[in-house]
């Protein structure tokens, strides 16, 4: 059985509107897909933070950036609402390739010490060049033609100019959440960091990066403030459309009967109230559902 389409704005908006038994104009749509839904999206969020929840399972995601060498900061984008790990990607193989494809990348033809079974499940994680800052997962690797094949599409794939780094570690960050005491022990010794702090938009490491290789991997929540709109089968919106649809449905019920004055706002805000508690309560990840996740 196929897996059933995914909502969007416009038809959740659509579906939350007609429970009041009215289709909704072209005008009254849009005001509920430009207005209503980001005061639930906002109304959720504020209501995760007076519960303690700030961390919700469906915001859960990662980026990477590409080390500067000298450099002890890395600037954060600004969908990140509180990290929960970061993480330096390092290994002995790096190199830069001979060609890419959508799923595949054509390593250093002096790539000697990767085998097939050495290579197998590795990550890679592109640091320069066309498609740099992308990290994939090897499928299989022919040590051969040196063709590493990744377990998902390229963004933009690599070419001659691409540099890689295989990773064969990943170096948790301690947290220091003292900014005074944390500037007292800052080393101006480059070397690969394992400390940071966050201040502002920005990770600050405890001493400066010694190579332009290292990929920094942060897990994160993101911002229900900050969210892209965009709809697609990968973005956080079509996400929390999917996983949230009822609660927003309901809210959507309940911000049309107030625009309306229907007598039945009343009974659809509290039941929008108790959904909301309800997800909450849902997305809460389990304890330690990250400890020993490195990739």
């Excluded at 250093?108 to 079974?117: Q, V």
Aim: proline share 3%.
């Amino acid at each position: 059985m196929a897996l059933p389409a995914d909502p969007t704005i416009a038809t959740l908006c659509t579906e939350g509107w007609k429970k009041t038994g009215v289709t909704p104009s072209a005008a009254e749509l849009a005001r509920a897909q430009t207005e209503f839904l980001q005061e639930i999206l906002n109304d959720i969020g504020t209501r995760s933070v007076l519960t303690g929840n700030t961390r919700l399972k469906t915001l859960q995601t990662k980026t990477t950036s590409v080390a500067v060498k000298g450099s002890r900061t890395i600037e954060l984008a600004e969908d990140v609402d509180e990290e929960y790990s970061v993480a330096i990607l390092d290994g002995t193989l790096r190199g830069t390739a001979q060609s890419g494809a959508a799923s595949a990348i054509t390593l250093s033809a002096s790539e000697t010490a990767l085998t097939a079974a050495r290579g197998l499940g590795k990550y890679i994680f592109t640091t320069g060049g066309t498609g740099s800052n992308q990290l994939r997962q090897i499928v299989l690797y022919n040590a051969t033609t040196k063709v590493a094949t990744i377990d998902s599409a390229w963004t933009t794939p690599p070419d001659l100019t691409t540099t890689y780094l295989i990773v064969e570690g990943i170096h948790l960050c301690d947290e220091d959440n003292d900014l005074g005491e944390f500037d007292y022990y800052l080393t101006t010794a480059a070397r690969r960091p394992s400390v940071y702090k966050k201040y502002g938009r920005q990770l600050i490491f405890d001493a400066p990066f010694d190579l332009a290789t290292y990929g920094v991997l942060v897990r994160y929540y993101q911002n229900l403030n900050q969210v892209d709109l965009v709809e697609g089968s990968t973005t956080l919106i079509t996400r929390i459309l999917r996983n949230w649809r009822a609660v927003l449905t309901q809210g959507i019920y309940w911000k049309t009967c107030v625009s309306q004055n229907d007598a039945q706002e009343q009974t659809a805000k509290i039941e929008y109230e108790r959904m909301v508690g309800a997800l909450l309560v849902k997305e809460i990840p389990f304890g330690g559902e990250f400890m020993g996740l490195t990739i």
